[in-house]
């Protein structure tokens, strides 16, 4: 399984970007997405995440109403609409994918397989 990120790049502050993950390998399945981001001074923090059946999404309460998580099933690939942009959301963005369960988790550990991560910088 493999998962490649894609989509990052310099804005200004107030901007837009959208993250693709695509997904490849036979025998993939995941029951959930997710997308994290790390800068050099924090550990890797939970931003979004989506069930594949149904939808369902969950974000921490710093990028509410400014992302967007989305999927299309027959393309294996799961978006990432980031609006509003601030510095602060300056990041490498990360995606991943939980082959286990259907919790929406915010928790590394949850998930099996990661992509190799985008830079995202916002300019102010």
């Known amino acids: 399984v493999q998962l490649q990120a894609s989509g990052g790049g310099l804005v200004q502050a107030g901007g837009s970007l959208k993250l693709s993950c695509a997904a490849s390998g036979r025998t993939f399945r995941a029951f959930v997405m997710g997308w994290f981001r790390q800068t050099p001074m924090k550990e890797r923090e939970f931003v979004a995440a989506i069930r594949w059946n149904t939808g369902t999404t969950r974000y921490t309460d710093s990028v509410k109403g400014r992302f967007t998580i989305s999927r299309d099933n027959a393309k294996n690939t799961v978006f990432l609409q980031m609006n509003s942009l601030k510095p602060e959301d300056t990041a490498v963005y990360y995606c991943?994918?939980?082959?286990?369960?259907?919790?929406?988790?915010?928790?590394?550990?949850?998930?099996?397989?990661w992509g190799q991560g985008t830079l995202v910088t916002v300019s102010s």
């Open positions: 991943a994918a939980d082959s286990d369960s259907y919790y929406l988790s915010s928790s590394t550990s949850a998930y099996d397989y």
